[in-house]
């Protein structure tokens, strides 16, 4: 999907313990030994670790099976196996791990440097030596390894973001992400340049705060319009949205009502953010009179005018995004 992959289904396992070792000493000058068979290793685990670097899980999507390594079988003088390596499986922040069948919810990595066994390794079986006792002097048994575990998985990204940019297509929004952060959104005077999400960050003293890029959302976008709802979920755990409003869009009057709309078909919940408006390209000839139409119109809410060309109201979005990151 436009090269950002957000959801791939994979198997995963845990490795099977190694089995325990028959043996019997063997020395010169003592003919009949003891048993001595060794224990067999434990079978890797399956481990998920979270990485702030990582933004995707493309890395994730050319391999379908990710097998942890079998416990070695123990040896003869009491040796252990040697124990199977774990499998760690690096995500970005937001991943989240589904039953493949039953997309029941299994874990939710939301933290940084996270580190979580998922399926435990087998344990590796007891050799021979276990086993000896007052009437077997000789058992000629050891036990085989624990099998290990092995699951269908998908796995499925949602960004975790402070703020997330709705608007229609060519609005401003990778301009302003641009502008405020590290980013480096393609920016254009065409709609739906920007295809696939985009995080930026600025801080505010302490505080860092991510700002989601999404693509540009049409009339009719949760019903599969335009590039659709599909990364509309990439904003659904945020702080708060940021509405922007084309001031050089003849339809500026009713794009907020449209946008919201949009969200609310796909989630009520998303609809009910705490937000801002953003009345972007301010610079245009024709924005200050729509403006003041706009403010008509919603007399109760916060309308920021914003041109990123002359850089007025920057300071105020900056302001903005702070505040609702704390909500
Ligand atoms: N006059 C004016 N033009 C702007 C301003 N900000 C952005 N633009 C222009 O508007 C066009 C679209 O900008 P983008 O930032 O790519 O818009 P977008 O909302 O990310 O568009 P999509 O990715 O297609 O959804 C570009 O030609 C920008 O140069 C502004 O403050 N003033
Ligand atoms: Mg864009």
Redesign the pocket.
Known sequence: MFGFTDETTITAASGHGGSGCVSFRREKYVPRGGPDGGDGGKGGDVVFRVRRNLRTLAHLASQDKFFAENGKPGKGRKKHGSDGQDLIIDVPPGTIIRDAETREVLKDLTGEEEHWVFLEGGKGGKGNWHFRSATRQAPRYAQSGLPGVQRNLIIELRIIADIGFV??????????LNLLTNAH??????????KIPHLGVFSSGERLITLA?I??IIEGASQGAGLGITFLKHIARTSGIAY?IDM?DEHFLSAYEKLVNELRTYSPELARKPEVMIA?????PEAPQRLEQLQKLYPQKEIIP?????GAGVQQVRQAFMRLAAS
């Open positions: 608007g229609f297509p060519n609005a401003g929004k990778s301009s302003l959104s393609k920016v254009a005077g065409y709609p739906f340049t920007t890029d693509p540009g922007f050089g972007s390209k301010m610079d245009l914003l041109s990123v060309f002359s």
